[in-house]
């Protein structure tokens, strides 16, 4: 079996990524990194240029601890969803199933039990791209010509870029990732168009 990335064989079943605090600076195609809480391998969409794409969401978290017993807790996640997943821990760290969760609104559930309960709360959510989105994070337009786009897009990663000028996907001479939050485009000309961030 050939493996381009960094995986560790705890057991015969069970491979494990490495968690990466950046991308490595030299691209391989084939690779497999874990960064910034997704997988992502390196592939060479256009010929001799390997981009980082995503293999996986992202997932927010938040845990809530509950110190004294209650037969309903309040949970404010502010992970600004409707649709998190809700998995309860007692004090013994055991799983415990509520009898109800109750979404209050985006950013709070209530959950309720038979009987009297401390533990914990841990509230996710994944990132999934919803039809508004389609299968990128963020979209940006340059209404203007420019052959300089400088986007600020806050996504808090190094993105996998996609360029497009009406109909046609265009490569840039130049993507520079000035931060995690931010992104220079360079072209050999003046273009308006659309450039997407996964």
């Given amino acids: ?8 064989f705890q057991t015969a079943s069970a491979p494990v990524l490495n968690m990466e605090g950046t991308f490595p600076s030299v691209p391989t195609v084939g690779r ?3 960064v910034n809480k997704r997988v992502w391998i390196c592939a060479e969409i256009v010929s001799g240029q390997p981009v980082w794409v995503p293999l996986t969401n992202t997932i927010d978290t938040y845990v809530h601890t509950q110190s004294s017993t209650s037969t309903s807790w309040t949970v404010i996640h502010n992970l600004n969803t409707i649709t998190p997943l809700v998995q309860i821990y007692d004090t013994t ?4 199933l509520p009898d109800l969760v109750t979404i209050v609104d985006n950013n709070t559930v209530t959950v309720s039990f ?9 509230v996710m959510y994944g990132d999934i791209s919803g ?3 389609g299968t990128f994070a963020y979209e940006y337009t ?3 010509l420019a052959s300089t786009w400088v986007v600020t897009h806050d996504l808090g990663y190094y993105p996998v870029v996609r360029v497009f000028v009406g109909t046609s996907e265009i490569q840039p001479v130049s993507i520079v990732h000035n931060s995690i939050y931010q992104t220079t485009l360079t072209f050999s000309q003046g ?8």
């Avoid at 760290?93 to 415990?96: D, E, L, N, Q």
């Avoid at 273009?191 to 996964?198: E, K, L, Q, S, T």
């Fill in 142 to 144: 340059q209404t203007s």
């Fill in 32 to 34: 497999v990194v874990f």
């Fill in 1 to 8: 079996m050939k493996s381009y990335g960094d995986v560790k």
């Fill in 131 to 133: 039809a508004a989105k």
């Fill in 191 to 198: 273009y308006v168009g659309v450039a997407r961030f996964a």
């Fill in 114 to 122: 038979g009987g009297a309960l401390a533990g914990k709360a841990v």
């Fill in 93 to 96: 760290h055991s799983m415990v």
